[in-house]
């Protein structure tokens, strides 16, 4: 950072010293009519050039001599009657060199204080890859393993190493072009035809298109199907607006899980997802909140619950604030008072299906209902 | 620190370009040398600090440093190293920056080869170039800012439009602004005329250089976006008269106007007002174009940038400049003393045809641009103003301008003899008819006034050597005799004559490609063939290559004629990786001055592959017209006459002392 600011030092007063320069020269009383004259003087020999060349004829020659010569005279005393003023010259002078020595720094300066960032230090790519240690290894191996596999397309082994890491540095086609290898040389499990399937769904940023769902139900349908399939066909449901399917995806697996499983918070997490629990709404921060310690703010927020929860209780209100109001007193740990507000939602919402399926969604995402509940 | 280097240049070089917007010239209204004398050592303060932060914005490009917005919305670390180059006026912001870097380095131009220039005229001049600069690196550095910086930043880039990664796109922006921002010198040179007052023959001979180097690139710039067009778009087209080229030939066509009356005014002190009204519209109309094209009224593939916030700072900047040239010259252009008469027949009068003519097409090619867009401001509904308009209006304007261009150059000045002209084009004349009879009589197909085409395309470029051969003699005196006289030729007159001649090679270009072109569209599987204009194409296979960011099919086909191979084209979709875009990369066999063009469609699912052949008979001469012509307008600007002031060579001979005149 301080290579910029001497940079800039240097910048700066170079640009200064130009100006400076440039007042500080003595300047004779140059005749600017004087140029006017040098080009009627050349336009006069070529015409004569002409002439001696036979490229005109004398007559011609004589009346083009005759006109240029006219503007010749003109010019000429033009520039006998031209002066060069000097009244009031050191006053300009003056405001010249404050306008180099003050104004053009403070214009410079000032706009980029507006809109550079001094601290910001080159990125260039190399130099980054460098500093993080793991990358050029990843990067390295990628291309070792791509090297190998170009040579050798049928290498399981190799597609196995490199389809993980396609996805998670976002080359998603790749990685499915790589797990559709994996498939084709080694045959399917459920797992695989499940990892095809997500692979898929990233290249599709997020949407689980026909082929992901093939993979997916391909995945499901074995006697040893994987969760993560059914994770994701239950997104599919969701993003066919089908909460209902959605649930009875992920209900079983929930309910079956060993309680250490891995995939329990992805599944709980799929569930709030069902539910589409609309986010509260922030309230608008008052410059006095900002003074207010972190349990001042709590009880704001407490606040703000109850009387949601009050304004639902008295005059009914819609599904998605009903599933706020659970899933804020889930947040704020009043399990009783989060399973209140789930059932208060399905006495008024129990008998539409879909709501329903909301509704159950939210309390096993929560964990207050179904299992360990 | 490089990035922020370059940020802190181009912010001091704004701040220089309003010192040197102001103290000059309040320096020439005081008649006061120092403050004069600032213009110089600014403008060339101006190109170093320019030429810095593009220098830095290039390396950013070059080493794939990310925390730059504009590399990362423009570039992809696997890009081969020429298009991270190019990729850097590949976008809004970075074009802008060379926008900006062309004008001050013309700025830069005048402070150093200016050395004969008056020094008021000097002084204004480079205060109005400093003001186009100062509104630009202002809106530059306000909306579009190359050096805006992203943190945390991300590990990759998002590429550049791949129809953009293209060599001819290295070249084809920077020739085209060489050739727009160069007009503003002659803007320059006008506004300065009018602040002074006073315009005189001597003004015209010092704007003339600056206006033809712009011609040229200009020529060569819009010549070479159409080859790009041509190969790249893929429709196999060469001019589509889309709002952004003829963004670019409107300038052109007023800049061909202005180098002509500029001519008529060096000798002739006539036309001064309309030489300075022209100088000022074709800057116009290259503000125009940059208007159009940047601020994203219009929808095609040049505007990649679509901010209407910044297309109201482009159309102040417009109006400003515009508005405010016009108003001086309302005031100031009544009070200009009008130079010398002249007969109807004679060179100025032939030149000031040339110019009603010129004005006439780019006023026709204006109306068609901006009709459709002012309609749909206006009322909402959406027209398209399309070929058959312009083929209209255009075409028969232009044709005029092809016919009188040739006798221009026989005639006098003053008074011309339109008989001699006339016999001076015999020749050209007899070439003229005897092709159009050999074209109508051998050449089957096309349409009937082809031929015609084909007569007047040679006519116009035989012609163009008439007043050289008139010099010359030649075979009327001995051959020794010609050469000494051709070696007394101003480089000037074969620049004319070659200029002249290219606008005939360019038609006869567009007549062959446009009147005998063929076209086959199929769907063949490898092992079939297809047929155009007597040659055969053998679809072999498909392949597949993969380039560093990006996957293609090629499609390998061998060209065969009367059974014997004689080329392969290889025609090829690619899809771009990073932007996940497919485009189809054209393949041409060039065959003398013609040209074969194959482009790929999709891949069929029944095995088949779609191709779209054309053939076009003389398409080459098209851009080789446009080559001549700048070449012709390189050889005017050597030419020694125009450097005044320059020290000459000794070897050039001293005029007898008798034809001196007196003074």
Known sequence: MTALWVTVAIMTGAAVFVVLGALARRHGAERAAAADVAVYRDQLDEISRDRARGLIDEREAEAARAEVARRLLAASEAADAEGVSSAGADRRRRVAAIAALVGAPLIALGSYAALGRPEMPDLPLAGRLDSQPQNPQVADLVERVEAALAKNPDDAQGWTVIAPVYLATGRAADAAEAYRNIIRISGNTPERMADYGEALFAAADGVVTADARAAFEASVNSDKPAIKGAIYLARAAQQDGDPKRALERLRPILQTAPADAPYLNAVRRELERVASVPPLPMPTVRPEDRQKTPEERMAMIRTMVDGLGDRLKANGGDLGEWLRLASARAALGDAAAAKAALSGAREKFGEDGRAKARIDALGLGLGLEGRGA | MIAETGHYALVLALALAILQSVLPMWGARARDAALMGLASPLAVSQFVLVAIAFAALTHAYVTSDFSLLNVIENSHSAKPLIYKISGVWGNHEGSLLLWVLILVLFGALVAVFGRNLPDRLKADVLSVQAMISTAFLAFVLITSNPFARVSPAPLEGQDLNPLLQDPGLAIHPPLLYLGYV??????????????????????????????????????????????????????????????????????????????????????????????????????????????????????????????????????????????????????????????????????????????????????????????????????????????????????????????????????????????????????????????????????????????????????????????????????????????????????????????????????????????????????????????????????????????????????????????????????????????????????????????????????????????????????????????????????????????????????????????????
């Not at chain 2, 008074?415 to 050209?428: E, N, S, V």
């Open chain 2, 182 to 663: 160069g007009f503003s010198m002659a803007f320059s040179f006008a506004v300065a005329a009018l602040i002074e007052g006073k315009v005189d023959a001597a003004w015209a001979r010092w704007v003339r250089p600056w206006t033809l180097m712009a011609w040229c690139f200009l020529t060569l710039g819009i010549a070479m976006g159409s080859y790009w067009a041509y190969y790249e778009l893929g429709w196999g087209g060469f001019w589509f008269w889309d709002p952004v080229e003829n963004a670019s030939l409107m300038p052109w066509l007023s800049g061909t106007a202005l180098l002509h009356s500029a001519v008529v005014m060096e000798k002739r002190e006539a036309l001064k007002v309309w030489t300075i009204l022209l100088a000022l519209l074709t800057f116009a109309l290259s503000l125009l174009g940059t208007f159009l094209v940047r601020s994203g009224v219009l929808t095609s593939v040049h505007a990649f940038a679509v901010d209407p916030a910044r297309g109201v700072a482009i159309l102040i900047i417009l109006t400003l400049f515009v508005g405010g040239s016009l108003a001086l010259y309302a005031i100031r252009a009544p009070a200009l003393k009008q130079g010398g008469l002249f007969a109807p027949v004679s060179r100025e009068g032939a030149l000031v045809l040339n110019n009603i003519f010129l004005t006439a097409a780019c006023a026709a090619v204006f109306i068609g641009t901006l009709y459709p867009l002012a309609l749909e401001a206006a009322t909402g509904e959406k027209i398209s103003v399309g070929p058959p308009f312009f083929n209209m209006t255009f075409g028969p304007i232009m044709l005029p301008v092809m016919l009188v261009m040739p006798f221009a150059p026989l005639l006098a000045w003053k008074r011309g003899d339109a008989l001699r002209a006339a016999q001076g084009m015999i020749t050209a004349l007899g070439v003229a008819i005897v092709a159009t009879a050999l074209v109508a009589g051998f050449v089957r197909g096309g349409p009937t006034l082809a031929p015609v085409g084909v007569g007047l395309a040679l006519f116009t470029i035989v012609g163009a050597f008439a007043e050289i051969q008139g010099r010359l003699k030649l075979f009327g005196i001995p051959l020794g005799d010609s050469l000494r006289r051709a070696r007394g030729l101003p480089t000037s007159a074969w620049g004319g004559a070659l200029a002249h001649a290219g606008m005939g090679v360019t038609l006869l270009g567009v007549i062959g490609a446009t009147a005998w072109a063929s076209e086959t569209v199929t769907a063949i599987r490898p092992g079939e063939t297809m047929k155009i204009a007597g040659y055969e194409l053998a679809f072999r296979d498909l392949e597949k290559r993969d380039g560093p960011n990006y996957r293609s099919t090629v499609a390998m086909i061998d060209v065969r004629k009367d059974g014997e191979s004689v080329t392969t084209v290889e025609p090829a979709r690619r899809l771009y990786l990073a932007r996940k875009m497919d485009l189809s990369e054209s393949s041409i066999a060039t065959f003398g001055l013609s040209q074969l063009y194959a482009s790929m469609a999709e891949e069929r699912t029944d095995g088949a592959t779609g191709f779209r052949v054309t053939y076009k008979p003389l398409v080459v001469l098209i851009w080789l017209g446009a080559i001549v012509m700048a070449l012709g307008g390189g050889l005017s600007l050597a030419d020694r006459r125009l450097r005044v002031g320059a020290p000459r060579k000794a070897s050039v001979r001293a005029a007898p002392p008798q034809l001196q005149p007196a003074e």
